[in-house]
């Protein structure tokens, strides 16, 4: 028999304990040397430690009672070139399933899951399919057959974390591959991102590892891979409020969700809410308070993965303030009384209200458009306004007054979806915060922005001005849940979008 120097080829996945798990027949933790039969045939399972130099017999009392007394077909481990079993070190796996103490070793029964309580685990991955070569003793690389076998399935995993991924030896090239069983994004990720890589409740993942040698040992290519699914925790709803005033918003959200689930609603409201994923494991959604709602007892109703939630909202009556005033009668004909102007305002601005971005570009409470401290409002949210005695109308925005070109500042994240001018409102800008949630800027005399740009919090977008339909300098400032107009003013002084 020649020495083998060489390890095999293997995965393992701890967590809460380290354990060093070797295939090709042989158990190295206590760093001796085993010597092996060249040949590269499994030996026959009759004696439990054929092939095992320098491991002490296991008596026929002490085997696992699958291996006892008969021969067993060799299942397939994780190095390919030998596949009898799994050797592996130490005292605490006395009391595991399938597993027969040997003094300081034991033997592992290959398809046993490795249970070391109920959230601390050892196991061993399969190979799910490979093309490689092992140097064999005499120095020649010899070519291991492909194999493909079914990936282990790890159930009601129950932390946060993938268990902690070890390869040895060290590939050439690594690359781990995880994907939730029902959707279609791949997150391809080096090994070090892998075991950081945070788990959500609910979930079923499919990791693949790929692995390519180019080495002195070993060449080619080895898939690992297994399935695992994380504990499923009950589907809960939430709702920022059960009162609100009119020109408001409520906040939804919904955790636990098992992967791919939708939130489906029912609401007395006539704005339906839109459910976006957290990238948390749940759905968070905005729930708009039309200024047109009519006051008294309304609801919302939740559903998704078997769960129902149903919430009573009540909504205040709010008495809004009433403006008359009177404005250059050329000025209201080319703007607001211009049947152009509204049908160029419609075909431009409408569509935008509906746009969406799946994701929450703000972070933390809006700051306010202008420096503070700066003007004053000369329009509250949702007047009720007439104009050169024709009305009434409804201003869904509010109006602060500022000597022309102050600086316009971005309250929040955001995507410019419009900056551009037009006839009715003058120089005007529209940034999408994600979840449907936009402002709107009119009047400007000057745009800093451009359709498409990404801004940040504070970031310069444009200046005060008096364009388009505007009896001076001021800044018209709105804001809208899709296209249901809201108190801007709300955002800048609570924290109702980050409510959480």
Same mark, same amino acid.
């Given at each position: #028999? ?17 354990? !060093? ?32 130099? =320098?491991?002490? %017999? ?29 050797? #592996? ?5 006395? =009391? ?49 057959? @492909? ?22 030896? #060290? ?24 075991? $950081? +890589? ?17 080495? %002195?040992?070993?060449? /080619? ?27 408001? $918003? ?34 968070? $959604? ?20 078997? $769960? ?31 049947? *152009? ?20 570009? !703000? ?43 102050? @600086?316009?500042? *971005? ?42 740009? #990404? ?22 400032? /709105? ?17 109702? +979008?980050? !409510?959480?």
């Amino acid at each position: #028999m020649k020495k083998l120097t060489a390890a095999a080829t293997i995965l393992v996945l701890t967590a809460g304990a380290v354990f !060093w798990a070797f295939t090709g027949g042989f158990f190295a933790g206590d760093n001796s040397a085993f010597t092996l039969p060249n040949e590269l045939t499994s030996p026959s399972l009759e004696s439990p430690t054929e092939g095992i130099a =320098s491991m002490p %017999a296991l008596p026929e009392s002490s085997q696992p009672a699958e291996l006892a007394g008969r021969q067993r077909p060799v299942p397939t481990g994780l190095a390919t070139d030998r596949g009898d079993r799994y050797v #592996m070190g130490g005292e605490r796996l006395s =009391s595991m399933p399938g597993v027969t103490r040997v003094s300081s070793s034991a033997a592992i029964h290959p398809d046993a899951l490795l249970s070391l309580g109920f959230d601390i685990r050892a196991l061993t991955v399969p190979v799910l399919g490979s093309s490689y070569a092992h140097q064999g003793a005499d120095g020649r690389f010899i070519p291991v057959a @492909p194999r493909h076998i079914a990936p282990l399935t790890i159930p009601d995993w129950g932390q946060n974390r993938l268990p902690t991924l070890s390869l040895l030896p #060290m590939p050439a090239q690594l690359e781990v591959v995880i994907t939730c069983s029902t959707e279609r994004v791949a997150h391809r990720l080096t090994l070090e991102e892998a075991n $950081a +890589f945070p788990l959500l409740p609910s979930r079923t993942y499919d990791v693949r590892i790929l692995a390519r040698y180019d080495g %002195a040992q070993y060449t /080619g290519t080895v898939n690992f891979g297994y399935t695992i699914a994380t504990n499923a925790l009950p589907v809960r709803f939430e709702i920022s409020g059960d009162t609100t005033d009119l020109g408001e $918003a409520l906040v939804l959200r919904a955790r636990n969700l098992p992967c791919g689930t939708q939130v489906t609603t029912e609401t007395s409201l006539p704005n339906a809410p839109v459910f976006f994923s957290d990238s948390r494991g749940g759905a968070v $959604a905005l729930l708009p308070v039309s200024i047109h709602v009519t006051p008294g007892d309304h609801f919302v109703e939740l559903r998704a993965g078997g $769960a129902l939630a149903r919430f009573p909202i009540t909504v205040l009556a709010t008495e809004f303030a009433v403006q008359r005033f009177n404005i250059d009668q050329s000025i209201a004909d080319q703007t607001v009384n211009s049947a *152009a102007a509204n049908a160029e305002y419609r075909r431009v601005i409408h569509p935008l209200r509906e746009v969406s971005d799946p994701v929450q570009h !703000w972070q933390g409470r809006f700051s306010y458009p202008v420096t503070p401290g700066e003007g004053r409002i000369t329009t509250p949210f949702a007047v009720i306004r007439f104009v050169n005695g024709v009305g009434p109308s409804r201003h869904a925005a509010i109006d602060i007054a500022l000597p022309q070109g102050t @600086p316009v500042y *971005a309250p929040a994240g955001g995507r410019v979806l419009f900056a551009g001018y037009l006839q009715l409102t003058g120089n005007t800008i529209a940034i999408e915060h994600g979840l449907g949630l936009k402002t709107w800027y009119y009047h400007l005399v000057s745009l800093d922005v451009q359709t498409g740009e #990404m801004v940040t919090n504070r970031q310069r977008i444009g200046a005060v001005g008096t364009t388009g339909f505007s009896t001076g300098p001021h800044l018209h400032y /709105g804001m809208s849940v899709f296209g249901v107009y809201i108190n801007p003013d709300t955002a800048t002084n609570t924290d109702i +979008f980050n !409510w959480n």
